[in-house]
């Protein structure tokens, strides 16, 4: 089960990692990751932010040997409440990595970064002609 306030013995070594303006443990931030679009409401410990996607791997190997769990967010319009930090823990928001990589219209694969919105990748498809037809809902 996860201890109240264990994130702070971790704190200063991932700030190293991706910076402390990365890392928010105010009440207000946290409220605002505290719900989607569900009837589920708990608070995190923390919210860390990324801006580059080889940082998300070291933190979670830092996060994992402290034993505290940590939930994936993006936009936080989950309509079941999988967002939510039920257990506490700590929330990587990765809703900066919306980079488009590649579209290989050849092999049909478009590489993507994970906070890359549907619509944003529905317009690029449409310059090839195509589009994605998954809208992933919960």
């Known amino acids: 089960m996860f201890k109240k306030n264990q994130f702070l013995a971790v704190k ?7 910076g402390k303006n990365n890392i928010r443990c105010d009440d207000i931030e946290l ?7 569900g009837i589920s409401k708990a608070a995190p410990e923390a919210v860390i932010s990324f801006d580059n996607i080889r940082l998300i791997a070291p933190v979670i190997k830092i ?10 967010r993006l936009a ?27 579209i290989d219209t050849t092999n049909n694969i478009a590489v ?16 090839f002609g195509y589009f994605y037809t998954t809208d992933p809902a919960s």
């Open 76 to 102: 936080g319009t989950n309509l079941s409440g999988g967002t939510i930090p039920l257990k506490s823990g700590v929330i990587l928001n990765l809703s900066r990595l919306n980079k488009i990589y590649q």
């Open 31 to 37: 409220m605002a990751y505290s719900y989607d679009a």
């Open 63 to 72: 996060l994992y040997q402290a034993r505290i769990p940590f939930l994936p």
């Open 12 to 18: 200063e070594k991932i700030a190293r990692l991706i």
């Open 112 to 127: 993507v970064e994970p906070g890359v919105v549907n619509i944003n990748l529905q317009k690029e498809l449409d310059k």
